[in-house]
């Protein structure tokens, strides 16, 4: 989504300041507006979201996406990817702005379509950015906590409930410091762990 989104806001369409602006919203707004709006759409009596899933007869009337396991789930996925893709957008975007045109003419003049353009010219230049955006996005997706506890607070039944929701929850919930520690200390093992053997990855195939 978040390729898309520079490809699209790196194009001089009419409109497009108006389009970037509204792209940006999700990752200016404070993180609680954010999720005081899902659960608006999201809630059984009035949420917009939950009004077309009881009319297509997906839930029961009354009853929103929150309750149920898998409705719940998808419901912090989607959130988690709207408020992280404008960051992979602006980051897209500045690696577009710093490709050379010049390659995109001398790719032109050698006959080369916009899908080859794209290929051959475009995602080159967008490799460097796409191992530090991956490696984040891991990062940010492993320890994201705030939206998903304001939106479903881990429920229903524990579903949405992820390690630094676990984490807290046994040190502010039952007041277990040391365990809540000893998951954290396991937590960022884990993820060191991940990024080692991923930049161990990219060193070997960057000697081949």
Not at 73 to 82: E, F, G, K, T
Not at 156 to 161: H, L, M, N, V, Y
Request: net charge neutral.
């Amino acid at each position: 989504m978040g390729l898309l989104a520079a490809l699209c806001v790196n194009s001089d369409l009419p409109g497009m300041k108006i389009i970037r602006t509204v792209l940006l919203l999700p990752y200016v707004v404070p993180v609680i507006a954010l999720a005081l709006f899902w659960r608006w759409m999201l809630d059984g009596s009035f949420g917009i979201v939950s009004s077309v899933l009881q009319s297509m007869g997906l839930l029961a009337p009354n009853q929103s996406p929150l309750a149920t396991p898998a409705g719940s789930m998808v419901s912090v996925v989607l959130a988690n990817i709207w408020r992280g893709f404008p960051f992979v957008m602006i980051s897209y975007w500045a690696a577009l702005q710093s490709i050379p045109q010049d390659q995109y003419e001398a790719a032109a003049v050698d006959g080369g379509s916009t899908w080859q353009q794209f290929l051959y010219v475009t995602l080159p230049h967008l490799a460097d950015v796409t191992k530090v955006l991956f490696l984040l996005r891991l990062i940010w997706t492993v320890t994201f906590f705030d939206i998903i506890w304001l939106i479903s607070r881990g429920g229903p039944a524990g579903t949405t409930e992820h390690w630094p929701i676990w984490i807290y929850q046994e040190s502010m919930g039952f007041f277990r410091f040391g365990y809540g520690s000893a998951l954290a200390v396991m937590l960022g093992l884990i993820l060191l762990a991940v990024i080692s053997v991923y930049l161990l990855v990219l060193k070997l195939a960057s000697r081949r």
